[in-house]
T-cell receptor, first 113, second 118 residues
Framework: AQSVSQHNHHVILSEAASLELGCNYSYGGTVNLFWYVQYPGQHLQLLLKYFSGDPLVKGIKGFEAEFIKSKFSFNLRKPSVQWSDTAEYFCAVDSNSGYALNFGKGTSLLVTP | NAGVMQNPRHLVRRRGQEARLRCSPMKGHSHVYWYRQLPEEGLKFMVYLQKENIIDESGMPKERFSAEFPKEGPSILRIQQVVRGDSAAYFC????????????????FGPGTRLTVL
């Protein structure tokens, strides 16, 4: 069955620490990949997306993600987190439909001062 | 610059009642998507609609669930004869262009409606 796995459910980091959130998927064939973020009290917002081309994708607010096809992974990274990055992060995969996103369960990130 | 609006934000129904969830897309958007998030799960695609057309309802349960996006007014997700297993958060998203046409387009999400079935 097609699935999206996010390995860490809860992550706590100090400000300025580096962040890496894991995402693996089990789809065959061509996929489109996304990371969404939900800040407290706000809607889901798109951080970045990968459709084709350079597997290293840069998004908003200093986030980036790397698509490693051989590992079926699309991990999210940020070199130095800020308190304002406290949020829930969701990885999503679309099996080339162009619209039918399938989300992971999310990772809750808490950044402490 | 209003985003995607959903109402109500919270809805409580007793088993057997009907639930109607509304979604107003962003201004200028004519494509609407509904997702469901069951407890302890990620969001799952249910249905994709354009004005007056259902494009893909492959993720929607065959019975009791229906969706529409009329020419005027919001998109409606309707759940008839609700059961406890329908308790979930229902999210709506909209986009300006067809995702199929333009991969540079983005789905913008609403705040969700949390449905509780007693």
């Amino acid at each position: 069955a097609q699935s999206v796995s996010q390995h860490n459910h809860h992550v706590i980091l100090s400000e300025a620490a580096s962040l890496e959130l894991g995402c693996n998927y089990s789809y065959g064939g061509t996929v489109n990949l996304f990371w969404y973020v939900q800040y407290p009290g706000q809607h889901l917002q798109l951080l970045l997306k990968y459709f084709s081309g350079d597997p290293l994708v840069k998004g908003i607010k200093g986030f980036e993600a790397e698509f490693i096809k051989s590992k079926f992974s699309f991990n999210l990274r940020k070199p130095s987190v800020q308190w304002s990055d406290t949020a829930e992060y969701f990885c999503a995969v679309d099996s080339n439909s162009g619209y039918a996103l399938n989300f992971g369960k999310g990772t809750s990130l808490l950044v402490t001062p | 610059n209003a985003g995607v609006m959903q109402n109500p934000r919270h809805l409580v129904r007793r088993r057997g009642q009907e639930a109607r969830l509304r979604c107003s897309p962003m201004k200028g958007h004519s494509h609407v998507y509904w997702y469901r998030q069951l407890p302890e799960e990620g969001l799952k695609f249910m249905v994709y609609l354009q004005k007056e057309n259902i494009i893909d309802e492959s993720g929607m349960p065959k019975e009791r669930f229906s969706a529409e996006f009329p020419k005027e007014g919001p998109s409606i997700l309707r759940i008839q004869q609700v059961v406890r297993g329908d308790s979930a958060a229902y999210f709506c998203a909209s986009s300006q262009n067809s995702f199929l046409v333009s991969f540079t387009d983005t789905q913008y999400f609403g705040p969700g409606t949390r449905l509780t079935v007693l």
